[in-house]
């Protein structure tokens, strides 16, 4: 008998009150409603950030911007284009002022390709191409492949570096403007003078895209 009712006690003790249980679920729900909702944003976030990448390039078949601009020299001194190994960086892009150095792949390459890679505009010039004009273009956002996320932190006078056969071309931005999102790229430039043009989506705005002037200054 009193065994019996020691058992019984225990298995009193062992019992878990139903709120308790209903508490504890409404906290698991909760938690994994949280995660669910914010991997959905996220991923939303995402998309619409390769919306409006995919918005900013309007490709023709080269997957290239098609550019706007008198006296395009589209010709190339030093080193036979053909000749470049199509696999391997011909040169380098170095932003000081972002800490930034990425490369890029010669025009014919399949690696040159704005979605992944920099993407050197089939109607550019190498810097070695005197008076010529060498345009680069991005993504921008905060996708994988969005390497001109920061060069809305540029301003007029700052200052790019581009390697290129084992010289060292230094430019200095001399002009900033936005133009809409049309498929063209109208560049407005000295053509006496040998330029670097780069061009990306503009920042917290996705009927826009911003391009930025430079001129040659130096060579080492």
């Given at each position: 008998?009193?065994?019996?009712?020691?058992?019984?006690?225990?298995?009193?003790?062992?019992?878990?009150?139903?709120?308790?249980?209903?508490?504890?679920?409404?906290?698991?729900?909760?938690?994994?409603?949280?995660?669910?909702?914010?991997?959905?944003?996220?991923?939303?976030?995402?998309?619409?950030?390769?919306?409006?990448?995919?918005?900013?390039?309007?490709?023709?078949?080269?997957?290239?911007?098609?550019?706007?601009?008198?006296?395009?020299?589209?010709?190339?001194?030093?080193?036979?284009?053909?000749?470049?190994?199509?696999?391997?960086?011909?040169?380098?892009?170095?932003?000081?002022?972002?800490?930034?150095?990425?490369?890029?792949?010669?025009?014919?390459?399949?690696?040159?390709?704005?979605?992944?890679?920099?993407?050197?505009?089939?109607?550019?010039?190498?810097?070695?191409v005197s008076k010529g004009n060498l345009i680069i273009a991005g993504h921008s956002?905060?996708?994988?492949?969005?390497?001109?996320?920061?060069?809305?932190?540029?301003?007029?006078?700052?200052?790019?570096?581009?390697?290129?056969?084992?010289?060292?071309?230094?430019?200095?931005?001399?002009?900033?403007?936005k133009a809409d999102k049309t498929g063209h790229i109208a560049i407005y430039r000295n053509q006496n003078r040998t330029t670097l043009t780069l061009v990306t989506?503009?920042?917290?705005?996705?009927?826009?895209?911003?391009?930025?002037?430079?001129?040659?200054?130096?060579?080492?």
């Amino acid at each position: 008998m009193f065994i019996n009712i020691t058992e019984d006690n225990k298995k009193k003790k062992k019992r878990i009150s139903p709120s308790l249980v209903a508490c504890i679920g409404t906290i698991i729900i909760i938690i994994g409603g949280f995660f669910l909702s914010y991997n959905y944003i996220m991923s939303k976030k995402v998309m619409v950030y390769e919306y409006m990448n995919n918005v900013f390039y309007s490709k023709n078949e080269e997957n290239s911007p098609q550019v706007e601009e008198e006296n395009i020299h589209n010709s190339d001194q030093g080193i036979p284009e053909e000749s470049m190994d199509p696999n391997q960086y011909i040169g380098y892009l170095e932003i000081p002022k972002l800490n930034f150095s990425k490369g890029f792949y010669p025009k014919h390459s399949s690696l040159n390709d704005v979605d992944k890679n920099l993407l050197v505009v089939n109607e550019s010039d190498y810097p070695n191409v005197s008076k010529g004009n060498l345009i680069i273009a991005g993504h921008s956002g905060n996708a994988w492949n969005s390497f001109f996320d920061d060069l809305y932190k540029l301003s007029v006078g700052d200052q790019l570096k581009v390697k290129y056969n084992n010289k060292t071309y230094n430019y200095k931005i001399v002009n900033i403007y936005k133009a809409d999102k049309t498929g063209h790229i109208a560049i407005y430039r000295n053509q006496n003078r040998t330029t670097l043009t780069l061009v990306t989506c503009t920042n917290n705005d996705n009927k826009t895209q911003t391009i930025y002037i430079s001129e040659l200054d130096s060579i080492e």
